[in-house]
């Protein structure tokens, strides 16, 4: 191959790399996709941005109905709510979020005796923004956990935060 023709192909798949994580970076999900059964996990909700440059100033998720009890942890600069008849069904978070800058939302979930190793959780998130709302919603791609890398799968543009269970260690 041409040495001009060698360093174009290689400043190309550069670039595919370089710009491939910051278009998997572009959704709501958690930090931690992949975790062991246990009756009870810890994790993060990772937001990346806000809304088409307006900054976030509410979190909604929605539980699934395997997460028996929900404990998010203090954020600084973040109020926390928790709505639904008995058992929370959604946890809210409410503050501001710069729309340039991530944040993670850590919380601690008690999980329901019947769930197994390779189910997969879905806990949909709205984010509100000061002008606009994103909706990470989707449940019928893909789920993120199943990407080999634990990686967004990009199938839709609005993917629902999942984690895949794993066995026990």
Same mark, same amino acid.
């Given at each position: ?17 370089? @710009?491939?994580p910051a ?27 806000? !809304? ?24 600084p600069g973040?109020? %926390? ?17 710069? @729309? ?11 999980? #329901? ?15 509100? !923004? ?6 990470? %919603? #989707? ?12 990686e967004p ?9 999942? %984690? ?6």
């Amino acid at each position: 191959m041409d040495p001009s023709r060698w360093m174009l192909a290689s400043v190309v798949i550069a670039a595919g790399l370089i @710009a491939a994580p910051a278009q998997v970076a572009a959704h709501v999900g958690f930090v931690k996709r992949q975790i062991p059964v246990a009756a009870s996990v810890e994790t993060q909700l990772r937001t990346p941005h806000g !809304c088409n440059g307006s900054p976030t100033v509410r979190l909604r998720m929605r539980l699934p109905k395997t997460v028996t009890a929900a404990r998010p942890h203090p954020k600084p600069g973040w109020s %926390i709510s928790m709505s639904g008849e008995g058992v929370a069904r959604e946890v809210i978070w409410t503050g501001r979020l710069p @729309a340039n800058q991530s944040a993670d939302f850590p919380i601690s979930f008690d999980l #329901d005796a019947s769930v197994r190793p390779g189910d997969v959780l879905y806990f949909p998130v709205v984010q509100e !923004c000061e002008a606009g709302v994103l909706r990470w %919603i #989707d449940m019928k791609g893909r789920p993120s956990a199943e990407t080999p890398d634990g990686e967004p799968d990009d199938e839709s543009t609005s993917p629902a935060p999942s %984690i895949k269970l794993l066995p026990r260690r």
